[in-house]
């Protein structure tokens, strides 16, 4: 994997990790300042938070399995 890519994905992981930490943010805010009026919120706040996550711990590991791929080529062409 080229440098370029690893970026690539670097920059989709801070991405996904702002738009998880904004959702998380906003159930929050729903708990802190709009329960028990707002509880209707509550279902599809919490899916959208576990849904940012989720994809946020996608993306880490794609950036982690190519971060691991590109160290084990850089070792192999050390190694030749």
């Not at 994905?9 to 802190?32: C, F, N, P, Q, S």
């Not at 509550?42 to 590109?70: F, H, M, S, V």
Request: with cysteine; aromatic share 4%.
């Amino acid at each position: 994997m080229e440098a370029e890519e690893l970026k690539t994905l670097e920059k989709a992981v801070r991405k996904a990790k702002r738009i998880a930490t904004e959702k998380a943010g906003e159930l929050h805010d729903l708990v802190e300042d709009r329960l028990p009026a707002a509880y209707d919120e509550i279902p599809g706040l919490a899916q959208a938070t576990y849904d940012a996550c989720k994809a946020w711990a996608e993306a880490n590991a794609r950036l982690q399995d190519a971060a691991a791929q590109q160290a084990g080529a850089a070792q192999q062409a050390g190694a030749s």
